[in-house]
Each structure stands twice: as structure tokens, then as C-alpha cells.
């Protein structure tokens, strides 16, 4: 029994990694209709902004102590995060929204702009691997033969608690209407007086910051940074994304959780080097037996 709750544990951490980037997936696609393929990038933006915002604080200028640089780093990185995925919005989606562009060249120029943030990180910074600080002091408890820290608890609370903060936003606040109504209909939204740029910006503050607290997250539980750290977990994240239904925050949530339980359950049955087959094999059959994932709806188009 110890072996099962342990192995739980470590899947709801790694859900919590994959749920927290699939929330700015879904997020930015149920506003816009845009699969933002940059978000992954912006997750590694944000490991490397807090690796840089923690090393300046806890450096011989400010020197503050781990615990308040960890306090200060998760707004700060958040913000600034936040900040990477507006710029991105304002110059490469924002033209080709007002242009008009076809859905498939906004597609093509979020895969360039990931590519960007990838290789100038590569171009600035070099190829070497950097390690993050500790932040924290670890604490291991055990339980009955459960082994678990408290930097694991505080991913998963964290990744439970931004599911909580965004469904509130999204289903009881006027913003959040305002959104719904955007991907329902983008071309009446305006004539009721709602500016639509302010809610497509809000939205991607709101994906951005939270890919920045996973990217902190991840750094302080696997403190190694590299430029194509976000490559990787955020296909995955996006395909959890869409199993669970892209553009519905229940969707990216449990679909996060969803991954995460499948990858760890493979590996305590078979080799690591089947992880991402079996992974990836038994979310294709989901789909294939629901389209529209597990929370998504059958949309029809308007022509």
C-alpha cells in the first residue's frame, strides 16, 4: 500500500507541473482560438527569470535570506513573466489578429517565436547547464513507508490553488464573462463596449504568470536549467491540454493530473524508455473514443 501512495504522490507532482502550463494553453485557446506553442518557452523564460531574480537577491548586494528570496521570486517572476507573454501577444499574434491572418500562419509564428525565445537564450547565455539555488531547506517526512518533501506539497498546492483562483475568475467575475463571450462570439463583444485587446492581454498576463510560477517550481524541485528545458514538457502539457478538452479549465486540469498518473504508473510497471509510448498511446485511444476530449464540447462554426 505504501508503494501505491507513493507513486501517487510523485504523479500528482508531475500533474502538477503539466496542469499549471495546460492552464495557459487552454486559457489563450478558449479566448482567442490560438494554440499558443510559445507557452512551453515561456515556462523556461520563467525558470531562467527566477534563477537570475533569486541569484540577485540572495547575492552580497541585497542579501536576503533563502526563505524571503523564495517569498519575493514568485511575484516577481510571476510579473515579469507575465510580461514576456504580453510582449509576445503585442508584437507577433496582435498585427496578424488585425490583419485578419489565416488560423494556420498565427499557428506558424507562435512556433517561431518559441523558437526565439529557445535559441537567443542559447545565443546569450550559452549551451551550459546552470543549477538553481536552494530556496528552500528540503524537509522529508515519512509516513507509514510514504517518503514525500515539502517542496512536492507545495506543488501540488500550488497547482490546486491557481485551478481554484482561475475557475473563480473565469465563471464569477465580470472579466471572466467577458472572456466566455470573446470565444463565443469575438465580433459582437466589441459593439457591447468590451475592449476586447485589454481581455486578450489579461488573458495572456493570467497564462504567463502561472507558466512562470510552474517554471519556478520545476527549477527549485529539479534545479538544473537549460535553453530547450520547456520544449518537452510543453508538448506534453499541451496534449494533456487537449485530451482533457482545450479551452476548458477543467479539461487542462485533469488532463495535467491525467498525464502525470499515466507516466508514472508506466514507469513502476515498465522500463523508463516506455514511458512517453505507453503515455502518449493511451491518450491517442482517448481521443479517439472522445474527440473532443473529456470536458470539451462539440463546436460548431459560424460561416
Known sequence: MDFIIQNILNALQWGSFYALIALGYTLVYGVLRLINFAHGDIFMVGAYIAFFLSGTML???LG???????????PLTMALTACVGVTLERIAYRPLRRKGAHRLYVVITALMCGLILEYSNLAVLGASRLKFPELIEK???????????????IVIVAAVAVFAFLNFIVTKTK???AM?????DKFAIPLMGIPIDTIIVFTFILGSGFAGLAGLL??????????????????KAFIAAVVGGIGDIR???YGGF??????????????????????????LIILWIKPTGLFGMPQSTKI
Open 139 to 153: 524537509t522529508i517526512w515519512n509516513i507509514g513507508g510514504v517518503t514525500f518533501t515539502n517542496l512536492k506539497v
Open 175 to 177: 472579466i471572466g464573462m
Open 180 to 184: 466566455r463571450g470573446i470565444s463565443y
Open 59 to 61: 547575492g552580497p548586494a
Open 258 to 283: 491525467l498525464l502525470g498518473f499515466i507516466e508514472v504508473g508506466v514507469v513502476t510497471v515498465f522500463p523508463s524508455t516506455y514511458r512517453d509510448l505507453f503515455a502518449f498511446t493511451i491518450l
Open 251 to 253: 479539461g487542462a486540469f
Open 218 to 235: 520545476f527549477a527549485m524541485s529539479y534545479p538544473i536549467l537549460e535553453p530547450f528545458m520547456g520544449m518537452i514538457i510543453g508538448w
Open 64 to 74: 536576503f535570506s533563502p526563505l524571503v528570496t523564495f517569498a519575493l521570486a514568485i
